[in-house]
């Protein structure tokens, strides 16, 4: 069906069509799908360039809503659906809720969004909004948020499609299939930012399931990167006030702390922290050096491979997998911050002034 021995045959059916009998959901769960998955796996030549190892991008930004929440969500609401949902419901920092409501309007269902009031992004907020969302702003924060989902998950008729429900998990580990898929075993070391720990929980699942299955013959090591601001894996304790730009891994208190935990621990792995001016630069450098705009979330694990180096950790020979969660046009307002006057070049109608100004002359 997939595998790197074999050219494309056939149109990308999304991750339940591509992988269903690994999937551990009903096998007869009808598939609500947008094509999500099939993502880019792009060597980034600058960070190859810069350890001397073989530096892979996971480009999760393409996927239909424009982050990696998709592949979870096609098999939340899909097992939602089948079971009888006719309303979903999610605490989100943004991604979430943009995937969820998408995935609640294909099924016909209505989709029900919990967000900490004034902290999502203009974008994710718009896809809330076209995608039929009812869309309750919260006087807290998304650990807050959470609390509340689980309470109206409850006491009423509602899913709660968060990743504290198992089916994300099962869609979201499709991820290292493809990898591993791509690359044709699976890579020394794996790096990505971690918010709620649902992805890296996600990740681990699937290596080591491809490892059983004998498609791969190793597992990688994991090494999963937190915003400074919001780094209770790295601290051991919950921060009840995170704070962070990278707003889509704002959260004090991951839902999947213990998994994450594991993750790391049996690949060998750890946790580190960045800074949300690290987690800028990298954002930048990822854009100009390798034209993949990421939002600052997702930038998290270059800042992360950056500073590695920095404390003298050599990658040189090895092959590395970066995720890059989500895409840039997300949030351009924080993108855009650092650079004042975007565009201050005015000229006339005049070849000779625009060459001038482009610095041709
Ligand atoms: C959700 C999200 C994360 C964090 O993933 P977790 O599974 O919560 O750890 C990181 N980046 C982006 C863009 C996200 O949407």
Same mark, same amino acid.
């Given at each position: 069906?997939?595998?790197?021995?074999? $050219?494309?045959?056939?149109?990308?059916?999304?991750?339940?069509?591509?992988?269903?009998? =690994?999937?551990?959901?009903?096998?007869?769960? !009808?598939?609500?799908?947008?094509?999500?998955?099939?993502?880019?796996?792009?060597?980034?030549?600058? =960070?190859?360039?810069?350890?001397?190892?073989?530096?892979?991008?996971?480009?999760?930004?393409?996927?239909?809503?424009?982050?990696?929440?998709?592949?979870?969500?096609?098999? +939340?609401?899909?097992?939602?659906?089948?079971?009888?949902?006719? $309303? #979903? #419901? *999610?605490?989100?920092?943004?991604?979430?809720?943009?995937?969820?409501? $998408?995935?609640?309007?294909?099924?016909?269902?209505?989709?029900?969004?919990?967000? !900490?009031?004034?902290?999502?992004?203009?974008?994710?907020?718009?896809?809330?909004?076209?995608?039929?969302?009812?869309?309750?702003?919260?006087?807290?924060?998304?650990?807050? *948020?959470?609390?509340?989902?689980?309470?109206?998950?409850?006491?009423?008729?509602?899913? =709660? #499609?968060?990743?504290?429900?198992?089916?994300?998990?099962?869609?979201?580990?499709?991820?290292?299939?493809?990898?591993?898929?791509?690359?044709?075993?699976?890579?020394?070391?794996? =790096?990505?930012?971690?918010?709620?720990?649902?992805?890296? /929980?996600?990740?681990?699942?699937?290596?080591?399931?491809?490892?059983?299955?004998?498609?791969?013959?190793?597992? !990688?090591?994991?090494?999963?990167?937190? +915003?400074?601001?919001?780094?209770?894996?790295?601290?051991?304790? !919950?921060?009840?006030?995170?704070?962070?730009?990278?707003?889509?891994?704002?959260?004090?208190?991951?839902?999947?702390?213990?998994?994450?935990?594991?993750?790391?621990?049996?690949?060998?792995?750890?946790? +580190?922290?960045?800074?949300?001016?690290?987690?800028?630069?990298?954002?930048?450098? %990822?854009?100009?050096?390798?034209?993949?705009?990421?939002?600052?979330?997702?930038?998290?694990?270059?800042?992360? %491979?950056?500073?590695?180096?920095?404390?003298?950790? /050599?990658?040189?020979?090895?092959?590395?997998?970066?995720?890059?969660?989500?895409?840039? %046009?997300?949030?351009?307002?924080?993108?855009?911050?650092?650079?004042?006057?975007?565009?201050?070049?005015?000229?006339?109608?005049?070849?000779?002034?625009?060459?001038?100004? $482009?610095?041709?002359?």
């Amino acid at each position: 069906m997939t595998g790197t021995d074999a $050219a494309p045959r056939h149109q990308w059916r999304g991750v339940i069509e591509e992988y269903r009998e =690994l999937l551990d959901i009903p096998q007869d769960t !009808p598939a609500v799908t947008l094509g999500e998955g099939g993502t880019p796996l792009v060597e980034s030549l600058w =960070l190859s360039e810069v350890t001397g190892g073989s530096i892979w991008l996971k480009v999760e930004g393409n996927n239909p809503t424009g982050s990696f929440k998709d592949r979870g969500m096609t098999t +939340a609401l899909s097992v939602a659906v089948h079971q009888g949902a006719k $309303a #979903v #419901v *999610c605490a989100s920092t943004g991604n979430t809720s943009a995937s969820m409501s $998408a995935y609640a309007a294909k099924a016909r269902i209505k989709p029900i969004v919990l967000v !900490p009031e004034g902290k999502i992004s203009a974008g994710k907020m718009a896809q809330a909004i076209m995608h039929g969302a009812q869309v309750i702003m919260v006087r807290g924060n998304f650990d807050d *948020c959470l609390t509340l989902s689980r309470g109206l998950a409850e006491d009423y008729p509602v899913a =709660l #499609v968060n990743s504290v429900n198992p089916m994300r998990l099962e869609g979201q580990k499709t991820a290292s299939f493809e990898v591993i898929d791509r690359l044709g075993d699976a890579p020394d070391y794996h =790096l990505l930012p971690v918010g709620n720990a649902g992805n890296i /929980s996600a990740y681990w699942l699937g290596y080591k399931q491809y490892a059983d299955l004998g498609r791969a013959t190793k597992r !990688p090591v994991m090494r999963a990167y937190q +915003a400074e601001g919001a780094s209770p894996l790295v601290t051991g304790k !919950p921060f009840p006030n995170p704070e962070t730009k990278a707003t889509a891994i704002r959260i004090g208190n991951p839902a999947s702390w213990k998994l994450a935990e594991a993750a790391a621990a049996e690949s060998h792995g750890r946790f +580190a922290s960045v800074t949300d001016e690290q987690i800028l630069a990298a954002q930048f450098q %990822l854009s100009s050096n390798d034209g993949v705009f990421v939002e600052p979330a997702s930038a998290a694990g270059i800042a992360g %491979l950056l500073q590695d180096l920095e404390r003298g950790e /050599s990658y040189a020979g090895k092959t590395v997998v970066i995720t890059v969660t989500g895409h840039g %046009l997300k949030d351009t307002v924080t993108a855009l911050e650092g650079f004042g006057d975007v565009v201050d070049n005015v000229v006339d109608v005049s070849v000779e002034d625009a060459a001038a100004a $482009a610095g041709l002359t």
